[in-house]
Structure formats: structure tokens, C-alpha cells
């Protein structure tokens, strides 16, 4: 069964600390996205590759975030320093890429809280 | 920022009773499609409407779209205690790129 990978599913870190999200999109797909999710602003997208490089990190906080695909079955989402209002639940999702809008697979998050 | 807003932002009814959520977007589209999030894990793809479409069923899910008004509604029928979720519009934004923007969502509770 196919399924879109994230690790760590739960991570508490202090102020300052660096955080490295991971996702493995499912084999095969070529498009990756990066989406945050918090109970005042809801889902917003962070960052976008296609076929590894990046189209669209507009969403991103350029100062302290970074996304990469280091090779096709891995996405990296890094905060350097993390803050407190960095905490929220980080979804990746992968999509076959069709060139258009279609159904994409999330995973099950990671849901960050920085003290 | 959202390109969708859902109506209501919560709903609650009994089992079995059919369930009506509302979705207005801003800006023109290709496709709009329609997710579940049940609490604490992923968004799972519901249906994909296109915009040259004007409904769409998929079991016991209805889809209409509405161009003209920028207006989408799911109806679930006859509704289950699984449906119990949050549902989220998405749409694409005229140029067809592959980007999704969600709505704020509807948090449906069904009461056995």
C-alpha cells in the first residue's frame, strides 16, 4: 500500500534548536509539496518541487526555513533556529505530476511544538 | 491565504441524516477537489471536479460546482459516525498548476 512517509511524527524542542523534518513521497511521483497547518491560519503551503527542484517556496519564511529533495524518495523541511511560533502540524504530500492540479497524497504530519 | 472559505465551520447531525458543506473560492479555476482530514492524521483525497462540470458522485458523495458563483457543495448522504472529519476545498488557481490552496475547512461531527 503506497503512502506518503513522514518522520518524526512528533517532535517538542526548545527555542533556537534546529528541526529537520522527513518525507518519503511515494515511488513514482514527482511532485512534493511542503504544507503547515495551524488552528489560526489553516493550511498553507510552504514549498513545491518538481522532479526535485523547487518551483515555489513564496510561502516559505526565507530566513530561518529551508526545503530540499536531496534524491527522489526523500524531501528535508529544516528550521534554523526554531521558534515558538513555528509550532503547528507539517503535512508533505506527493502528486504523480501531471503537469495539472490533481489528487494529492499527504502523510500523516509532524506535529512540531517549539517551548 | 486561503482561496477557499467552507460554510459552516462546523456542523453537527445525526446518523444518517445527510450533510451539506459550502465552498467559495476567489479567483478562477480548473479543477476543485474536495478532502477529509479525520483528527490528528493526514488529508485524504475525496473527489476531483472539474470546472467544465457541473456535478459528480462518487458513493455516497455529491459534488456541485458552480463557476459563475465561485461556489462549491459537498453532500454526504446518508451519513455515518466515520464521516466524523473535517473537509477542506482545494482549488488550483486558473493557470492549472499543480498547487493546491485549502479552504479553512467544516468540522462535521455525526451523533450515532
Known amino acids: 500500500d503506497a503512502r506518503v512517509t513522514q518522520t518524526p511524527r512528533d517532535k517538542v524542542t526548545e527555542m533556537g534548536q534546529e528541526v529537520t523534518m522527513r518525507c518519503q513521497p511515494i515511488?513514482?511521483?514527482?511532485?512534493v509539496f511542503w504544507y503547515r497547518q495551524t488552528m489560526m491560519q489553516g493550511l498553507e503551503l510552504l514549498a513545491y518541487?518538481?522532479?526535485?527542484?523547487?518551483?515555489?517556496d513564496s510561502g516559505m519564511p526565507k530566513d530561518r526555513f529551508s526545503a530540499e529533495m536531496p534524491d527522489a524518495t526523500l524531501a528535508t523541511l529544516k528550521i534554523q533556529p526554531s521558534e515558538p511560533r513555528d509550532s503547528a502540524v507539517y503535512f508533505c504530500?506527493?502528486?504523480?505530476?501531471?503537469?495539472?492540479?490533481?489528487?494529492?497524497?499527504f502523510g500523516e504530519g509532524s506535529r512540531l511544538t517549539v517551548l | 491565504s486561503q482561496q477557499g472559505e467552507e460554510d459552516p465551520q462546523a456542523l453537527s447531525i445525526q446518523e444518517g441524516e445527510n450533510a451539506t458543506m459550502n465552498c467559495s473560492y476567489k479567483t478562477s479555476i480548473n479543477n476543485l477537489q474536495w478532502y477529509r482530514q479525520n483528527s490528528g492524521r493526514g488529508l485524504v483525497h475525496l473527489i476531483l471536479i472539474r470546472s467544465n462540470e457541473r456535478e459528480k458522485h462518487s458513493g455516497r458523495l455529491r459534488v456541485t460546482l458552480d463557476t459563475s458563483k465561485k461556489s462549491s457543495s459537498l453532500l454526504i448522504t446518508a451519513s455515518r459516525a466515520a464521516d466524523t472529519a473535517s473537509y477542506f476545498c482545494?482549488?488550483?488557481?486558473?493557470?492549472?498548476?499543480?498547487?493546491?490552496?485549502f479552504g479553512t475547512g467544516t468540522r462535521l461531527t455525526i451523533i450515532p
Open positions: 518541487f518538481r522532479n526535485r527542484a523547487p518551483l515555489d
Open positions: 482545494a482549488t488550483d488557481g486558473w493557470f492549472g498548476n499543480e498547487k493546491l490552496t
Open positions: 504530500a506527493s502528486g504523480p505530476g501531471t503537469g495539472q492540479a490533481g489528487e494529492l497524497f
Open positions: 515511488l513514482g511521483h514527482n511532485t
